[in-house]
Protein backbone atom coordinates (compact mmCIF):
# COMPACT_ATOMS: atom_id res chain seq x y z
CA UNK A 1 0.00 0.00 0.00
CA UNK A 2 1.24 3.22 -0.98
CA UNK A 3 2.72 5.38 1.54
CA UNK A 4 1.77 2.48 3.96
CA UNK A 5 4.25 2.66 7.59
CA UNK A 6 5.05 -0.63 9.83
CA UNK A 7 2.94 0.38 12.50
CA UNK A 8 0.30 1.25 9.44
CA UNK A 9 0.43 -2.16 8.45
CA UNK A 10 0.41 -3.61 11.78
CA UNK A 11 -2.75 -1.97 13.21
CA UNK A 12 -4.16 -3.42 9.65
CA UNK A 13 -3.20 -6.93 10.26
CA UNK A 14 -4.76 -6.69 13.95
CA UNK A 15 -7.94 -5.26 12.47
CA UNK A 16 -8.28 -8.27 10.18
CA UNK A 17 -7.63 -10.51 12.89
CA UNK A 18 -10.43 -8.86 14.51
CA UNK A 19 -12.48 -9.52 11.62
CA UNK A 20 -11.75 -13.30 12.05
CA UNK A 21 -9.57 -13.42 8.94
CA UNK A 22 -6.20 -15.09 10.06
CA UNK A 23 -4.78 -16.43 7.21
CA UNK A 24 -5.19 -12.36 5.67
CA UNK A 25 -3.69 -11.26 8.60
CA UNK A 26 -0.81 -13.82 8.31
CA UNK A 27 0.04 -11.94 4.86
CA UNK A 28 -0.70 -8.39 6.66
CA UNK A 29 1.56 -8.93 9.25
CA UNK A 30 4.86 -10.15 6.77
CA UNK A 31 4.27 -6.98 5.21
CA UNK A 32 4.14 -4.89 8.25
CA UNK A 33 7.25 -6.80 9.63
CA UNK A 34 9.02 -6.31 6.55
CA UNK A 35 8.50 -2.39 6.09
CA UNK A 36 9.48 -2.40 10.13
CA UNK A 37 12.88 -3.87 9.49
CA UNK A 38 13.82 -1.52 6.60
CA UNK A 39 12.45 1.31 8.71
CA UNK A 40 14.99 0.24 11.52
CA UNK A 41 17.62 -0.23 9.72
CA UNK A 42 17.69 3.31 8.23
CA UNK A 43 17.22 4.82 11.10
CA UNK A 44 20.45 2.41 12.48
CA UNK A 45 18.86 0.16 14.49
CA UNK A 46 21.16 -2.96 15.11
CA UNK A 47 20.32 -6.49 14.51
CA UNK A 48 19.72 -7.29 18.06
CA UNK A 49 17.20 -4.27 18.43
CA UNK A 50 15.40 -5.33 15.47
CA UNK A 51 15.17 -8.98 16.30
CA UNK A 52 13.92 -7.67 20.19
CA UNK A 53 10.97 -5.03 18.39
CA UNK A 54 10.06 -8.15 16.08
CA UNK A 55 8.79 -10.36 18.83
CA UNK A 56 5.48 -8.63 19.21
CA UNK A 57 4.71 -9.78 15.32
CA UNK A 58 5.90 -13.16 15.60
CA UNK A 59 3.67 -13.66 18.49
CA UNK A 60 0.53 -12.43 16.72
CA UNK A 61 1.42 -14.63 13.71
CA UNK A 62 1.91 -17.69 16.05
CA UNK A 63 -1.54 -16.67 17.02
CA UNK A 64 -3.52 -16.93 14.12
CA UNK A 65 -1.67 -20.16 13.35
CA UNK A 66 -2.98 -21.34 16.48
CA UNK A 67 -6.74 -20.02 15.28
CA UNK A 68 -6.06 -21.24 11.79
CA UNK A 69 -5.66 -25.13 13.12
CA UNK A 70 -1.72 -25.14 12.91
CA UNK A 71 -1.05 -25.82 16.41
CA UNK A 72 2.75 -27.51 15.91
CA UNK A 73 3.54 -24.11 14.08
CA UNK A 74 1.77 -21.72 16.80
CA UNK A 75 3.59 -23.70 19.84
CA UNK A 76 7.32 -23.02 17.84
CA UNK A 77 6.27 -19.41 17.45
CA UNK A 78 5.54 -18.92 21.19
CA UNK A 79 8.26 -20.77 22.31
CA UNK A 80 10.54 -18.57 20.12
CA UNK A 81 9.29 -15.32 21.28
CA UNK A 82 9.88 -16.70 24.77
CA UNK A 83 13.24 -17.95 24.38
CA UNK A 84 14.20 -14.48 23.01
CA UNK A 85 13.57 -12.86 26.01
CA UNK A 86 12.02 -9.87 24.88
CA UNK A 87 12.00 -6.47 26.71
CA UNK A 88 8.08 -5.73 26.42
CA UNK A 89 6.47 -7.58 29.43
CA UNK A 90 3.07 -7.55 27.87
CA UNK A 91 3.95 -9.76 24.43
CA UNK A 92 5.95 -12.30 26.58
CA UNK A 93 2.89 -12.27 28.90
CA UNK A 94 0.47 -12.71 25.95
CA UNK A 95 2.98 -15.72 24.58
CA UNK A 96 2.74 -17.34 27.83
CA UNK A 97 -0.43 -16.98 28.36
CA UNK A 98 -1.19 -17.94 24.69
CA UNK A 99 1.14 -21.39 24.67
CA UNK A 100 -0.47 -22.57 27.77
CA UNK A 101 -3.74 -22.27 26.27
CA UNK A 102 -2.69 -24.26 23.48
CA UNK A 103 -0.75 -26.95 25.61
CA UNK A 104 -3.66 -27.33 28.39
CA UNK A 105 -2.92 -30.61 30.03
CA UNK A 106 -1.28 -32.37 27.25
CA UNK A 107 2.24 -31.50 28.46
CA UNK A 108 4.01 -31.44 32.21
CA UNK A 109 2.39 -28.81 34.34
CA UNK A 110 5.64 -28.56 35.81
CA UNK A 111 6.73 -26.94 32.44
CA UNK A 112 3.75 -25.09 31.81
CA UNK A 113 4.04 -23.57 35.08
CA UNK A 114 7.52 -22.74 34.46
CA UNK A 115 6.89 -21.07 30.92
CA UNK A 116 3.80 -19.46 32.05
CA UNK A 117 5.95 -17.34 34.34
CA UNK A 118 4.93 -14.20 32.89
CA UNK A 119 1.39 -14.86 33.37
CA UNK A 120 1.96 -12.92 37.27
CA UNK A 121 2.30 -9.72 35.30
CA UNK A 122 3.32 -6.18 36.78
CA UNK A 123 0.39 -3.94 36.95
CA UNK A 124 1.62 -1.47 35.17
CA UNK A 125 1.79 -4.09 32.68
CA UNK A 126 -1.71 -5.81 33.26
CA UNK A 127 -3.54 -2.52 33.04
CA UNK A 128 -2.24 -1.71 29.09
CA UNK A 129 -3.88 -5.54 28.25
CA UNK A 130 -7.26 -5.29 26.93
CA UNK A 131 -10.20 -6.49 29.01
CA UNK A 132 -10.33 -9.74 27.09
CA UNK A 133 -6.60 -10.36 27.16
CA UNK A 134 -6.74 -9.83 31.22
CA UNK A 135 -9.75 -12.40 31.58
CA UNK A 136 -8.02 -14.73 30.04
CA UNK A 137 -5.23 -14.66 31.80
CA UNK A 138 -7.41 -14.29 35.32
CA UNK A 139 -8.45 -17.90 33.89
CA UNK A 140 -5.45 -19.67 32.94
CA UNK A 141 -3.71 -18.68 36.02
CA UNK A 142 -7.01 -20.78 38.25
CA UNK A 143 -6.67 -23.46 35.83
CA UNK A 144 -2.99 -23.53 35.89
CA UNK A 145 -3.07 -23.32 39.78
CA UNK A 146 -5.83 -26.48 39.59
CA UNK A 147 -4.49 -28.46 37.81
CA UNK A 148 -0.80 -28.47 39.77
CA UNK A 149 -3.52 -29.03 42.95
CA UNK A 150 -2.03 -25.54 44.21
CA UNK A 151 -5.75 -24.98 45.93
CA UNK A 152 -4.40 -21.66 47.96
CA UNK A 153 -2.94 -20.33 44.96
CA UNK A 154 -6.36 -21.15 43.05
CA UNK A 155 -8.01 -19.58 45.47
CA UNK A 156 -6.04 -15.94 45.36
CA UNK A 157 -6.28 -16.63 41.30
CA UNK A 158 -10.44 -17.11 41.64
CA UNK A 159 -10.86 -14.19 43.57
CA UNK A 160 -9.13 -11.68 40.94
CA UNK A 161 -11.31 -13.91 37.86
CA UNK A 162 -14.43 -13.02 39.60
CA UNK A 163 -13.59 -9.27 39.06
CA UNK A 164 -12.72 -9.50 35.58
CA UNK A 165 -15.68 -11.95 34.79
CA UNK A 166 -18.62 -10.54 36.39
CA UNK A 167 -22.21 -12.55 35.59
CA UNK A 168 -19.78 -15.06 34.32
CA UNK A 169 -20.36 -19.14 35.16
CA UNK A 170 -16.43 -19.67 35.13
CA UNK A 171 -15.89 -18.78 38.86
CA UNK A 172 -18.68 -20.73 39.78
CA UNK A 173 -17.21 -23.98 37.85
CA UNK A 174 -13.53 -23.36 38.89
CA UNK A 175 -14.86 -23.37 42.55
CA UNK A 176 -16.70 -26.74 41.95
CA UNK A 177 -13.74 -27.73 40.41
CA UNK A 178 -11.55 -27.13 43.62
CA UNK A 179 -14.32 -29.00 46.05
CA UNK A 180 -14.66 -31.69 43.89
CA UNK A 181 -10.67 -32.08 44.17
CA UNK A 182 -11.46 -32.11 48.17
CA UNK A 183 -13.55 -35.07 48.14
CA UNK A 184 -16.71 -31.89 48.96
CA UNK A 185 -19.15 -33.36 46.48
CA UNK A 186 -21.88 -32.62 48.48
CA UNK A 187 -20.87 -28.40 49.01
CA UNK A 188 -19.93 -28.46 44.88
CA UNK A 189 -23.26 -30.29 43.96
CA UNK A 190 -24.95 -27.34 45.91
CA UNK A 191 -22.79 -24.86 44.58
CA UNK A 192 -23.89 -25.71 41.00
CA UNK A 193 -27.53 -26.24 41.99
CA UNK A 194 -27.30 -22.87 43.67
CA UNK A 195 -26.32 -21.37 40.15
CA UNK A 196 -28.30 -23.28 38.07
CA UNK A 197 -31.20 -21.92 40.40
CA UNK A 198 -30.31 -18.38 40.04
CA UNK A 199 -29.52 -18.21 36.41
CA UNK A 200 -31.73 -20.83 34.65
CA UNK A 201 -31.28 -19.93 30.96
CA UNK A 202 -27.36 -19.10 31.16
CA UNK A 203 -25.81 -22.15 33.08
CA UNK A 204 -25.47 -24.49 30.49
CA UNK A 205 -21.92 -25.48 31.74
CA UNK A 206 -23.19 -25.58 34.99
CA UNK A 207 -26.20 -27.94 34.45
CA UNK A 208 -23.98 -30.48 32.57
CA UNK A 209 -21.10 -30.19 34.99
CA UNK A 210 -23.83 -30.78 37.93
CA UNK A 211 -25.38 -33.55 35.83
CA UNK A 212 -22.17 -35.37 35.60
CA UNK A 213 -21.33 -34.88 39.25
CA UNK A 214 -25.26 -36.65 39.39
CA UNK A 215 -24.43 -39.70 37.33
CA UNK A 216 -20.92 -40.14 39.04
CA UNK A 217 -23.08 -40.66 42.59
CA UNK A 218 -25.50 -42.93 40.68
CA UNK A 219 -28.34 -40.23 40.77
CA UNK A 220 -30.03 -40.31 37.34
CA UNK A 221 -33.31 -39.38 38.06
CA UNK A 222 -31.80 -35.99 39.31
CA UNK A 223 -29.44 -36.31 36.57
CA UNK A 224 -32.45 -36.47 33.85
CA UNK A 225 -34.46 -33.51 36.01
CA UNK A 226 -30.72 -31.62 35.52
CA UNK A 227 -30.66 -31.78 31.85
CA UNK A 228 -34.08 -31.20 30.95
CA UNK A 229 -33.72 -28.11 32.72
CA UNK A 230 -31.15 -26.90 29.86
CA UNK A 231 -32.56 -24.17 27.93
CA UNK A 232 -33.37 -25.38 24.51
CA UNK A 233 -32.53 -29.34 25.58
CA UNK A 234 -34.53 -30.86 23.07
CA UNK A 235 -32.77 -28.66 20.20
CA UNK A 236 -29.04 -30.38 21.12
CA UNK A 237 -28.36 -33.92 19.62
CA UNK A 238 -25.83 -34.08 22.85
CA UNK A 239 -28.49 -33.70 25.19
CA UNK A 240 -31.15 -35.64 23.95
CA UNK A 241 -29.03 -38.56 23.40
CA UNK A 242 -28.17 -38.59 27.18
CA UNK A 243 -31.38 -37.99 27.77
CA UNK A 244 -32.51 -41.11 26.00
CA UNK A 245 -29.82 -43.31 27.67
CA UNK A 246 -30.36 -42.04 31.32
CA UNK A 247 -34.08 -43.33 30.64
CA UNK A 248 -33.14 -46.98 29.24
CA UNK A 249 -30.80 -47.05 32.48
CA UNK A 250 -33.47 -46.51 34.67
CA UNK A 251 -35.82 -48.72 32.57
CA UNK A 252 -38.32 -45.59 31.55
CA UNK A 253 -39.12 -46.84 28.02
CA UNK A 254 -42.12 -43.74 27.99
CA UNK A 255 -39.28 -41.24 29.29
CA UNK A 256 -37.03 -41.88 26.25
CA UNK A 257 -40.04 -41.45 24.05
CA UNK A 258 -41.32 -38.70 25.29
CA UNK A 259 -38.16 -37.14 24.67
CA UNK A 260 -37.96 -38.13 21.40
CA UNK A 261 -40.82 -36.79 20.65
CA UNK A 262 -39.70 -33.66 21.90
CA UNK A 263 -36.75 -33.52 20.16
CA UNK A 264 -38.54 -34.08 16.68
CA UNK A 265 -40.95 -31.18 17.66
CA UNK A 266 -37.91 -29.01 18.49
CA UNK A 267 -36.61 -30.02 15.30
CA UNK A 268 -39.60 -29.21 13.19
CA UNK A 269 -39.63 -25.73 14.55
CA UNK A 270 -36.15 -24.88 14.07
CA UNK A 271 -36.68 -25.66 10.61
CA UNK A 272 -39.70 -23.32 10.26
CA UNK A 273 -37.67 -20.58 11.81
CA UNK A 274 -35.19 -20.68 9.42
CA UNK A 275 -38.13 -21.25 6.37
CA UNK A 276 -37.47 -18.23 4.20
CA UNK A 277 -40.91 -15.69 3.76
CA UNK A 278 -42.97 -16.25 1.11
Known sequence: MLGETADMAYNRACAVIARGDMARALLVLDQAEQLHRKESEEDGATEEEI???????????????????????????????????CSDQEVAAVASNNLFALRGKETSLFDSAKKARALNLDQSVEERLTIQQRRVFAMNRCLLSLYMNKHKECLTALAKLEKEIT?????????????????????????????ATENPTTALRVKLTLAQLQLQQGEKAAAIQTLETIAGAYSQAGVVGSLVKLYELVKDQPGAIRTLDAAAKAMEADKSKEAPAL
Open 167 to 195: GSELPSLVKAALLAREKRLDECSALLQRY
Open 51 to 85: ADQLVGFRVQKAYCKQMLGQADEAEKGYVEALTLK
